[in-house]
């Protein structure tokens, strides 16, 4: 699109030929003799920005900042991030740097501050240097690579009486094919890392504090910072939230009884616009209706813009629209049309899957933040009851992922509870990340304020204009440090006239939560 918008889940970066290799380099030593601090040549460091490259404007600079691989060994193998950003527009009005992350993981971040100098408003502009980075093992930060081929990259996995066995076997072929490719790395990939790595940027960049803004996983990284380093923590804005309670498998399962709400409320919506999607007049009918398809398609498979498509592609497909359910009931009217053997102008919105690159360092941190169930059985007998208490998105989630046979994190998960200020900002129905997830944030970060956008869609609040009363909140609190005096719920901004009868646009094409699931 000509104006930039930003990614929350994963933003792949266009500047990957831009920043120079050695940003990648994993086995780099560090240089000197000892010294009291074992991290001081990491603090000290300052970084030696300069243009990021041909065709980006001049005010974007990046730099590479240098890091342990293992933190408790400061003194051996070392990484390089690579760092972005934009100074403050008004020197004289400038508080300090803010961080950013887009989301993911596996997302890089360095294009974040172009997204953000369209999106943010000039008075947060001027008060901060706009900062990006990739995260450790993503993009030009020493990128980890487990050698995944296409067909092993698709997750959510189906995983019935039939199909488990062959989610068993990939599971485990894609745990140890990323412990022969990066034993030495991928255990080195985690959140927490992720969040020192935040703090050495700000001592090299020479910050007492940072400020921060972070998208979907980006807000849990953002919550780890708060708890490791509380003191270093300023104004820090979480769009989208996950539950720190939640991480990672109860997240992913949190989808299916989330689909359901969704599911039921766009069967209320669909069935008051019978005249036009003719899906049933009540939200019984419609809900026969998508049942009564999605098991003929199961039988026979319908063909859509020339890709066939059962049941169960389906529901994976439609478990995020239903959140929109102007963009669902456009969706099932096309599923009936060609059952019905009706021509059809309109195509899915097929899945696709990160890179390997991605994907890698995706689960480098679900697995390396959090020990999961390690019991096949146990991921068995949790598919086939969610598959039955959850008919829409039923056992997607709750199957067996290579973290059951992932080598054990090196450190305990981390245990968000403060009292650190921080803003959350919510739409009520967020596919990728739900409201209850935000609710869960709220509860962790006891000196926080949120703001809920009543009825709001998408993924993303903050910067996209999904309501002016949010806007507003984050503005405030990122110029002036005051939070609302309460939580706070805002109203969706009133519809176009002649738009849908939804009276919203659809949510963004933005790729399923942690960057793993279809775009």
Not at 18 to 25: C, E, V
Not at 377 to 383: E, I, L, M, T
Not at 470 to 476: F, K, L, N, P, Y
């Amino acid at each position: 699109m000509q104006v930039r918008r930003l990614v929350p889940m994963l933003a792949v970066s266009v500047l990957a030929t831009l920043i120079p290799t050695a940003a990648g380099a994993a086995t780099e030593r560090t240089a000197g003799a000892p010294v009291t601090d074992p991290l001081r040549p990491f603090t000290q460091q300052r970084p030696d920005f300069a243009r990021c490259g041909p065709g980006t404007p001049a005010a974007f600079e990046c730099a590479t900042v240098r890091v342990p691989l293992d933190y408790r060994a400061p003194g051996g193998d070392t990484l390089g991030i690579a760092v972005s950003r934009i100074k403050a527009a008004d020197p004289a009005a400038r508080r300090g740097v803010l961080l950013t992350n887009p989301g993911g993981p596996g997302g890089p971040g360095l294009e974040i501050p172009l997204d953000l100098s369209e999106m943010l408003p000039g008075s947060v502009k001027d008060r901060y240097d706009l900062i990006g980075f990739d995260p450790r093992g993503v993009g030009r930060s020493a990128p980890v690579s487990c050698g995944l081929t296409d067909e092993e990259k698709p997750w959510p996995r189906h995983s019935d009486r039939t199909t488990f066995d062959a989610s068993e076997r990939w599971a485990r072929t894609v745990a140890d094919k990323c412990r022969t490719a990066e034993r030495k790395t991928l255990r080195h990939i985690t959140t927490r890392n992720t969040a020192r790595d935040m703090d050495i940027v700000r001592a090299a960049l020479g910050e007492k504090r940072i400020s921060y803004l972070g998208y979907s996983y980006g807000t849990y990284l953002g919550a780890v910072y708060t708890q490791m380093f509380p003191r270093r923590a300023d104004r820090f804005v979480l769009d989208s939230a996950v539950d720190p309670a939640q991480v990672w498998r109860q997240f992913f399962r949190g989808w299916a009884p989330e689909s359901e709400k969704a599911f039921h409320r766009w069967a209320r919506w669909t069935a008051r616009h019978h005249d036009r999607y003719a899906l049933g007049g009540t939200a019984a009918e419609v809900s026969r209706t998508f049942h009564d398809l999605m098991r003929r398609a199961d039988r026979e498979p319908v063909t859509i813009g020339g890709v066939r498509y059962d049941g169960v592609a389906l529901r994976e497909i439609l478990r995020a629209p239903f959140f929109t359910p102007v963009v669902a009931a456009d969706a099932v009217a096309t599923v009936r049309d060609a059952s019905a053997g009706r021509a059809t102008t309109s195509a899915l919105l097929a899945p696709e899957y990160p890179s390997d690159n991605e994907l890698s360092s995706v689960w480098a941190l679900l697995c390396g933040d959090v020990a999961w169930e390690r019991d096949p059985a146990r991921y068995r007998a949790d598919s086939l009851r969610d598959a039955v208490r959850y008919p829409v998105y039923g056992d997607f989630a709750a199957g067996i992922t290579p973290c059951a046979h992932w080598d054990r994190p090196v450190e305990p998960v981390t245990r968000v509870s403060n009292h650190v200020k921080a803003l959350i900002v919510q739409n009520e129905w967020d596919s990728q990340t739900p409201l209850a997830l935000g609710q869960g944030m709220r509860r962790a970060l006891k000196g926080a304020r949120m703001v809920t956008v009543d009825e709001g869609e998408g993924h993303g609040v903050y910067g996209y204009g999904t309501s002016e009363c949010a806007e507003r909140a984050g503005t405030a609190y990122l110029t002036t440090g005051r939070l609302p005096a309460k939580d706070l719920h805002c109203d969706v901004n009133p519809a176009p006239a002649g738009s849908d009868p939804g009276g919203r646009s659809g949510p963004r094409k933005v790729p399923g939560p942690l960057g793993v699931g279809p775009r």
